[in-house]
């Protein structure tokens, strides 16, 4: 069958049948009742306040058998402090059997060629490895990569997790917790002979205090996954959890925190009052109530709550943290502050506290950020981790339209200017 592919953007309202079949066929998580997808296109095609979808249609030839479809929807978003209308890259699928470069390619070749006419200054988006040649084929550039950052709560999840990875496995997180207590331990004590100990006298060669530490570590992580229900290893993971406990209260301690926090179920007024006196990155979206329920309080598959963090004195809002919660693991989606320096840390170390009070095991998060970022990311605790195997990588992309003003152009390509969530990525 000769595969010849066009495409052409439509109206949303007039094919809603057709793309909410696409969209449960190529995209949507498991099984999933009709009244959701019919619920879950409305939310996606009608009620978001920054505007409608963008759709482009993927035919198959003379016929124009209908074979996928791509769109994007309008995110306000602040490059510089200048209010554009940027495009996110969103419901795009192909029908199983037209999954090759050709029908992909006829989609978002188009999207991106339609978008200024759309109305949207500039496209993003968060392909995975495999899909990107299809992006830059239409004119995308790889901005940055994303990272998963993990922070464990409680000793006892790691540890049954270590026991059901292979012996590799094993080694390769044993080998960076002692790594990073080796550069924490070397930084401690000002003394020569002290940091001597936990560096390596030659290229190449082991550091004496790390290479010791490294083989007590890895045979007593060999002995707590063959037993781990073992009392002296319960009592070993009852005592790192304390100290990790100790350990935040001892971090917003020394900054003088006087906050306090609550658990709210949708953005109000608080929210709009955030923003409007925020001091946000070089590139970020607006994050009013409004937007904030539209994306994560009204569609009502996955259970988002706010975390919030108040001044203890007048009530402002100080920042939040949106999040869910599966097999006992807090996936955080969202993260907003008044600025992004002492005060993101204190929600972070407030909201690490407050999950594992609740019993949780761990808190992970995906993001893109500048190098600054994710080096207080480490220092407060949290691991990057490599996305799965079938994922690959996840990169954010830009597309730009050549009439495109270049001082904007500059802060858009550059990676440090963004800081981006999970939940400002993808739909």
Same mark, same amino acid.
């Given at each position: 069958?000769?595969?010849?592919?066009?495409?052409?953007?439509?109206?949303?309202?007039?094919?809603?049948?057709?793309?909410?079949?696409?969209?449960?066929?190529?995209?949507?998580?498991?099984?999933?009742?009709?009244?959701?997808?019919?619920?879950?296109?409305?939310?996606?095609?009608?009620?978001?306040?920054?505007?409608?979808?963008?759709?482009?249609?993927?035919?198959?030839?003379?016929?124009?058998?209908?074979?996928?479809?791509?769109?994007?929807?309008?995110?306000?978003?602040?490059?510089?402090?200048?209010?554009?209308?940027?495009?996110?890259?969103?419901?795009?699928?192909?029908?199983?059997?037209?999954?090759?470069?050709?029908?992909?390619?006829?989609?978002?070749?188009?999207?991106?060629?339609?978008?200024?006419?759309?109305?949207?200054?500039?496209?993003?988006?968060?392909?995975?490895?495999?899909?990107?040649?299809?992006?830059?084929?239409?004119?995308?550039?790889?901005?940055?990569?994303?990272?998963?950052?993990?922070?464990?709560?409680?000793?006892?999840?790691?540890?049954?997790?270590?026991? #059901?990875?292979?012996?590799?496995?094993?080694?390769?997180?044993?080998?960076?917790?002692?790594?990073?207590?080796?550069?924490?331990?070397?930084?401690?004590?000002?003394?020569?002979?002290?940091?001597?100990?936990?560096?390596?006298?030659?290229?190449?060669?082991?550091?004496?205090?790390?290479?010791?530490?490294?083989?007590?570590?890895?045979?007593?992580?060999?002995?707590?996954?063959?037993?781990?229900?073992?009392?002296?290893?319960?009592?070993?993971?009852?005592?790192?959890?304390?100290?990790?406990?100790?350990?935040?209260?001892?971090?917003?301690?020394?900054?003088?925190?006087?906050?306090?926090?609550?658990?709210?179920?949708?953005?109000?007024?608080?929210?709009?009052?955030?923003?409007?006196?925020?001091?946000?990155?070089?590139?970020?979206?607006?994050?009013?109530?409004?937007?904030?329920?539209?994306?994560? #309080?009204?569609?009502?598959?996955?259970?988002?709550?706010?975390?919030?963090?108040?001044?203890?004195?007048?009530?402002?809002?100080?920042?939040?943290?949106?999040?869910?919660?599966?097999?006992?693991?807090?996936?955080?989606?969202?993260?907003?502050?008044?600025?992004?320096?002492?005060?993101?840390?204190?929600?972070?170390?407030?909201?690490?506290?407050?999950?594992?009070?609740?019993?949780?095991?761990?808190?992970?998060?995906?993001?893109?950020?500048?190098?600054?970022?994710?080096?207080?990311?480490?220092?407060?605790?949290?691991?990057?981790?490599?996305?799965?195997?079938?994922?690959?990588?996840?990169?954010?992309?830009?597309?730009?339209?050549?009439?495109?003003?270049?001082?904007?152009?500059?802060?858009?390509?550059?990676?440090?200017?963004?800081?981006?969530?999970?939940?400002?990525?993808?739909?």
């Amino acid at each position: 069958m000769e595969k010849v592919y066009s495409a052409a953007r439509v109206q949303p309202d007039e094919h809603r049948d057709v793309l909410a079949q696409l969209w449960k066929e190529n995209l949507a998580h498991g099984e999933v009742s009709q009244e959701f997808v019919e619920r879950r296109m409305r939310w996606f095609q009608e009620q978001n306040p920054a505007g409608p979808p963008r759709t482009w249609m993927g035919f198959h030839g003379p016929e124009r058998a209908i074979i996928g479809s791509g769109s994007f929807y309008p995110r306000d978003v602040y490059v510089s402090g200048r209010k554009l209308k940027a495009g996110v890259l969103g419901d795009f699928g192909v029908t199983k059997a037209h999954r090759i470069a050709g029908a992909a390619m006829s989609i978002q070749r188009e999207l991106a060629k339609g978008c200024r006419d759309a109305g949207v200054d500039f496209l993003f988006g968060f392909p995975n490895k495999a899909s990107f040649p299809i992006f830059q084929r239409a004119g995308y550039k790889k901005i940055a990569d994303s990272t998963i950052w993990v922070r464990p709560l409680m000793a006892a999840y790691k540890l049954n997790e270590l026991a #059901a990875s292979s012996a590799g496995e094993q080694q390769s997180t044993v080998s960076a917790v002692v790594q990073r207590v080796a550069e924490r331990a070397a930084s401690a004590v000002p003394h020569p002979r002290w940091r001597a100990l936990w560096e390596p006298a030659a290229p190449g060669a082991p550091a004496p205090l790390t290479q010791a530490l490294s083989t007590a570590a890895e045979r007593a992580v060999q002995r707590a996954t063959v037993k781990p229900d073992n009392a002296l290893v319960r009592a070993a993971g009852r005592a790192v959890d304390a100290s990790m406990a100790l350990r935040d209260a001892a971090a917003l301690l020394a900054r003088g925190s006087r906050v306090r926090t609550e658990l709210v179920d949708a953005a109000d007024h608080r929210f709009d009052d955030l923003w409007s006196r925020a001091k946000p990155s070089p590139i970020v979206g607006e994050r009013s109530a409004q937007f904030l329920n539209w994306r994560y #309080a009204q569609l009502g598959n996955v259970r988002y709550r706010f975390f919030c963090m108040l001044d203890r004195h007048d009530g402002r809002l100080l920042g939040y943290a949106v999040y869910s919660v599966r097999n006992n693991k807090v996936e955080m989606t969202d993260v907003f502050c008044e600025d992004s320096g002492p005060l993101l840390d204190a929600l972070l170390l407030e909201f690490c506290r407050a999950m594992r009070r609740e019993g949780h095991v761990s808190v992970g998060m995906l993001l893109v950020t500048p190098p600054a970022l994710s080096a207080r990311l480490r220092a407060l605790g949290f691991f990057s981790r490599p996305h799965p195997p079938s994922v690959g990588s996840r990169w954010l992309i830009v597309h730009l339209d050549p009439s495109f003003p270049d001082e904007l152009r500059r802060v858009l390509l550059d990676p440090d200017s963004w800081f981006m969530t999970d939940g400002e990525l993808d739909v």
